[in-house]
């Protein structure tokens, strides 16, 4: 039985200083962590890929694509 495999190369997380997070109201610097949370295969090379913020549940920026406030 021949079993067919699809490899690529994996997106790795990576860290950033963020001078965009909102906490009460205030901008603040912190270091955040990005990570890919979703794979979509879109086409035959495609695919989409869903990305996270570890302090999305924290931070209050609406313009933020990463942030809770910016997926309402």
């Known amino acids: 039985m021949n079993v067919k495999y699809e490899?690529?190369?994996l997106p790795s997380p990576y860290s950033f200083e963020c001078s965009n997070y909102v906490n009460n109201g205030k901008r603040e610097r912190v270091v955040v962590v990005i990570v890919p949370v979703s794979f979509t295969k879109t086409g035959a090379f495609?695919?989409?890929?869903?990305?996270?913020?570890?302090l999305k549940r924290s931070?209050?920026?609406?313009?933020?694509?990463?942030?809770?406030?910016?997926?309402e």
């Open 46 to 54: 495609t695919w989409q890929i869903g990305w996270s913020c570890n």
């Open 7 to 9: 490899v690529f190369p």
């Open 59 to 71: 931070c209050q920026n609406k313009a933020c694509l990463y942030a809770r406030g910016g997926q």
